[in-house]
């Protein structure tokens, strides 16, 4: 297939027809607590809070003009009765049941779109114990062999559109951690990983899997988990042959979002940094799993990450050479789906004296990441319909270790992802970019 050009303005195909949303961990907190939430907004009762295509505005042209439109009202996205759910888990459970077992709505919100929850009921997932060692899966696929596995994915997919009057698909990850694993030669060009997959080497994780088909039947592929699956060389050679847009990784919720506020405000007042000490507790499926040291390293890897690159030690030595990173994750079953976020934070100002700062953030992921995987499939649709392959780094904005492109290095100032977003729909929309310069108010 041909790699095809970016359309803007009117040449973007509109968004016509049901979009699937095709989702590996169906039955997850994050999942359910997404499905439900978009049917209660569909229902109207429901705010999308959290949502920046439900929600967010775009400035347009000079602040004299006062244009400030919904994004929803700028771009051409799907609407959300438009989306219809599908995917595949290790367990059982319909939506409904799956809901009240993962404990993050309250028992009334889930019976208000009940009858809709329990009509969603996932396919047998793919599911190998070394790929995540805390969890046991039950309903999983009885194909052994990678290609025997990606053609039962293939099949799901054209079953379910057929039946249900599929316009388009976005498959977004929203299953647990896979333990950790380096990029080897395998992952390299295509023509080694499909090799790969023929011999079932056993560096093609499970996430790879549905990535693949997903990929390969022309469907845009989002990592919402730290593992390592689209972010390697054959994965983006294969996303720009088929003209398939991914993204990734790691939805950016509790902890990652407080440091992505809060050191680039560090930065800017050129306050230097001695130590930044996080540690969380939670007990959700996601903390069970992260129990085990080889997911918690994959986890750990896009936490750590984030300040390096913010804060650019090479480039301002005398304020963040020398920091003290360390982040921890501890299972603590009682807390549910609740986490508990600390931060100790040692900062220095004038003269080096010494200072702290202390967050406490009692957050609930599943709430953060619901309204991320919204906007990513609508965002991953319509870069689809604008002809738009391989990395988009626009959406960077919802990723703890966004993707980019070979040679540069990722941007995880929170800001500057918001701007280069709202930048990029400006450019696909034809609408004149945003540099906040604003002399021409004030120089004749």
Not at 200 to 210: G, R
Not at 263 to 270: D, F, H, M, N
Not at 370 to 388: I, K, N, S
Request: charged content about 25%.
């Amino acid at each position: 297939m041909k790699k095809e050009k970016i359309k803007k303005g009117s040449q973007i195909r509109p968004a016509k027809g049901k979009l699937g949303v095709l989702i590996p961990g169906l039955g997850g907190a994050v999942s359910t607590t997404f499905i439900a939430g978009v049917e209660a907004v569909r229902k109207n009762s429901a705010s999308p809070v959290g949502s920046l295509t439900q929600m967010g505005t775009i400035r347009l042209g000079k602040r004299t003009e006062k244009r400030i439109p919904k994004i929803k009202d700028f771009v051409n996205l799907a609407e959300l009765n438009d989306l219809t759910f599908y995917g595949w888990d290790i367990y059982e459970d319909n939506c409904y049941e799956a809901a009240l077992k993962a404990g993050v709505l309250e028992r009334d919100h889930i019976e208000r779109v009940r009858p809709f929850l329990e009509g969603i009921k996932p396919q047998k997932a793919i599911f190998k114990r070394e790929y995540v060692r805390n969890l046991e899966g039950h309903y999983i696929k009885s194909e052994q062999d990678h290609p025997e596995l990606i053609e039962a994915l293939k099949t799901d997919i054209e079953n379910f559109k057929k039946e249900n009057n599929i316009d388009r698909c976005v498959m977004i990850w929203c299953g647990s951690t896979e333990t950790y694993l380096n990029t080897s030669e395998v992952h390299q060009t295509i023509k080694k990983f499909e090799n790969g997959l023929e011999r079932n080497d056993p560096n093609i994780s499970p996430s790879m899997l549905y990535a693949y088909a997903a990929i390969t039947s022309g469907i845009p592929y989002i990592n919402g988990a730290p593992n390592l699956t689209v972010d390697i060389p054959a994965m983006v050679d294969l996303a720009n042959k088929y003209g398939v847009p991914i993204a990734g990784k790691d939805f950016k919720t509790g902890q990652t979002l407080m440091k992505t506020i809060v050191s680039p405000g560090l930065k800017a007042r050129l306050l230097g940094l001695s130590g930044w000490y996080s540690t969380n507790i939670l007990g959700n499926r996601d903390g069970m799993v992260l129990d085990d040291p080889g997911s918690f390293k994959t986890k750990e890897e896009s936490k750590l990450s984030v300040l390096e690159y913010i804060l650019q030690p090479d480039i301002y030595p005398a304020l963040y050479n020398h920091f003290y990173h360390k982040v921890a994750i501890n299972y603590y079953p009682p807390r549910g789906d609740n986490k508990e976020g600390w931060d100790c934070i040692d900062i220095f100002g004038w003269l080096g004296y010494p200072m702290q700062i202390k967050i406490n953030f009692l957050c609930r992921d599943s709430i953060l990441a619901a309204p991320l995987v919204l906007d990513l499939v609508l965002f991953a649709d319509f870069a689809q319909r604008a002809g738009m392959s391989g990395i988009q780094e626009w959406l960077s904005f919802y990723f703890k270790s966004p993707m980019y492109a070979k040679g540069l290095y990722p941007e995880h100032d929170l800001f500057i992802q918001l701007a280069k977003l709202k930048n990029t729909l400006r450019y696909l929309m034809e609408e004149e970019q945003i540099t906040h310069l604003g002399i021409e108010y004030y120089v004749e």
